[in-house]
Every structure is written in structure tokens, then in C-alpha cells.
């Protein structure tokens, strides 16, 4: 079984510019999350999908994050414009259903210069 | 506020040596205490979890204790490999014992000699 799968790997860009990540979860997972994991840090929570709908989002940065999983099965996070504190590796993670064992990528590091 | 807080944050011991890794959490809502796993350039993997309903739990080589009146879980690690070192994280939900809305600790940094 392929597991979550995440593109850039690396991604390196200047203040104020914009990035977006994509994410492939694991086939037949509804639930899709996405973390933000600061150097020295464990991941933390950003969004949380139940297919296309949005369960929670109460620690997103709206005014420059945003995220969709249109069809209920991809899904991308952008950051418009891009400040240096959000130099981080982004998670993404899927599960069967809500509450279950949460399985994840292998995240994509973002330098912001 | 840091909701789950976990020590030590770098642990060194030597090949079969048995560290020892310590949570603490303060809201006692949570209902799942979860191990995360996580190598380099590697999404953290789902170690082995826990309920507050039992006191200990293993699997394998790696066992969970769990201290609900002092609000406190731990993660043992028996007959350690080198192919052990990792960072590992602790972590706590309070959604009906699943694993959603996961608050991770800081992780601490194994390295096992050979």
C-alpha cells in the first residue's frame, strides 16, 4: 500500500513571495490533516479535513495560509505572502476515518530567506 | 502554553541499554496518549499508543507506562539498537479516545551507540 505522498520535498523562497504544497493521501482515507513542525519542535495542527469539508481549522493562520481538498482526495496548503517564522517542515498526514491511527508523509521543508 | 511537555530532550545511551522517555500533560481530558517515531527526513510512524483505562502497554520492545493520578506516561525502550535512534515524540487528543486534534510534545533526540 503507498503510503501519503507530498510534493516539493524542498522548497526555497523569499519573504512576501507565495508557496504551496500538495498532498496525496493514502487511498480510500477520508480524513486529511495538515501540520507545521518547526525545527526542535513537535508538529502542530493546522487544518483538518473530513473529505472535502473542513473540521478544524481554529489554529490556521487565515490571513496567509489556506487550504482545499476539493475532491476529497488531494489536497494543497498555500502561504500568501510567505514571513521567515514560517520556515518549517509541512506534514500531511490521512486516516481511515476520524479518530483513527493518523499515517504520515514525509513533509516538505520550506526555507523562507 | 505548552500542553504536553516531554523530557529529556536528547537521551545517549549504549547498544541494549533501556532509555527512558517522560511525558507530563495538565488537562486531563486527554483520553489517548500516542508514541510517534520519526527519522530523518521521515514523517513521524505511530509507535504505540495508550488509554488512560490501563497502566502499561507493549509491544515488542517498547512499553508505555502510564500514570493517570500524576498525570504522567512514559516510554520505555528495551534492549536498545542502534537502528533505535530517532526522535520520538509524545502526544495527547481528547476526542473519544481517537487520535485527532493531537498535541504533540517538543520530542526527544534518542541516539544509541553500538
Known amino acids: 500500500e503507498a503510503g501519503v505522498a507530498q510534493s516539493p520535498r524542498y522548497k526555497i523562497i523569499e519573504k512576501r513571495q507565495s508557496v504551496a504544497f500538495w498532498c496525496n493521501p493514502i487511498s480510500g482515507h477520508a480524513t486529511l490533516y495538515w501540520y507545521q513542525q518547526i525545527l526542535g519542535q513537535g508538529p502542530k495542527l493546522l487544518i483538518q479535513?473530513?473529505?472535502?469539508?473542513?473540521?478544524?481549522d481554529s489554529q490556521l493562520p487565515k490571513d496567509r495560509f489556506s487550504a482545499e481538498r476539493l475532491k476529497g482526495v488531494d489536497s494543497t496548503l498555500k502561504i500568501q505572502p510567505a514571513k521567515l517564522e514560517d520556515s518549517a517542515v509541512y506534514l500531511c498526514?490521512?486516516?481511515?476515518?476520524?479518530?483513527?491511527?493518523?499515517?504520515f508523509g514525509p513533509g516538505t521543508r520550506l526555507l523562507v530567506l | 502554553q505548552q500542553q504536553v511537555k516531554q523530557s529529556p530532550q536528547s537521551l545517549i545511551v549504549q547498544k541494549g541499554g533501556i532509555p527512558i522517555i517522560n511525558c507530563a500533560y495538565e488537562?486531563?481530558?486527554?483520553?489517548?496518549f500516542p508514541w510517534y517515531q520519526q527519522f530523518p527526513g521521515k514523517g513521524p510512524a505511530l509507535l504505540i499508543a495508550i488509554r488512560p483505562d490501563v497502566s502499561e502497554k507493549k509491544e515488542g520492545r517498547f512499553t508505555i507506562s502510564f500514570n493517570k493520578s500524576a498525570k504522567q506516561f512514559s516510554l520505555h525502550i528495551m534492549d536498545s539498537q542502534p537502528g533505535d535512534s530517532a526522535t520520538y515524540f509524545c502526544a495527547a487528543s481528547t476526542n473519544g479516545g481517537g487520535s485527532e486534534k493531537l498535541v504533540f510534545g517538543k520530542g526527544t533526540k534518542l541516539t544509541v551507540n553500538p
Open positions: 498526514a490521512s486516516s481511515l476515518g476520524r479518530g483513527e491511527t493518523q499515517y
Open positions: 488537562n486531563t481530558a486527554f483520553d489517548y
Open positions: 479535513f473530513q473529505n472535502n469539508g473542513v473540521v478544524d
